[in-house]
């Protein structure tokens, strides 16, 4: 039974990430993102810091992931919109009966007030369904995220 519930958790990272970095997928090869690093992007309180994306082919999945910090009041990240995809959804991970499982993330991502929430590798992700390109390492692409308070943000993505 063990041994089946990793394999389904691989198969889940294989299918959120899209990569072929064992690695990456796993979430092993993950730093933490610098939070005292110059912001990649900032508005109205919100600081993106660390906007980075897997690797992906046309035509297949990838996710993006971001910290994201916040010097004001509760916000909530409402929407990733972008063409480097056919669609662009807000997902989060949950544990369905011992199986780990994929979701939009209902109602946005929330961002504590003074807080910070970071998007990252089987926690709450920006998922990329449908490459509309090849995402190599070293390539970039926008995303705007947009809050409920702050508004929309446009950001950078880093493949790596
Ligand atoms: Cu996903």
Excluded at 11 to 38: E, I, K, R, S, W
Aim: proline share 5%.
């Amino acid at each position: 039974m063990r041994t089946f519930s990793i394999i389904l958790v691989t198969l889940f990272l294989t299918a959120c990430g899209g990569g072929m970095n064992h690695n990456a997928q796993m979430g092993m090869a993950v730093a933490t993102p610098d939070l005292a690093a110059q912001p990649a992007a900032e508005s109205n309180g919100i600081a993106i810091r660390d906007p980075w994306a897997r690797q992906g082919t046309i035509g297949d999945n990838s996710a993006a992931y971001v910290a994201i910090t916040n010097a004001t009041s509760a916000d909530t990240l409402l929407s990733a919109t972008g063409d480097v995809a056919t669609a662009v959804e807000l997902h989060t991970v949950v544990n369905e009966n011992g199986m780990m499982q994929m979701i939009p993330a209902e109602g946005g991502v929330p961002v504590a007030a003074n807080g910070m929430q970071i998007l990252k590798p089987g926690s709450f992700h920006i998922m990329l369904i449908g490459l509309r390109k090849d995402l190599k390492s070293g390539d970039s692409f926008p995303l705007t995220l947009t809050f409920a308070n702050a508004g929309p943000i446009d950001v950078m993505f880093e493949v790596r």
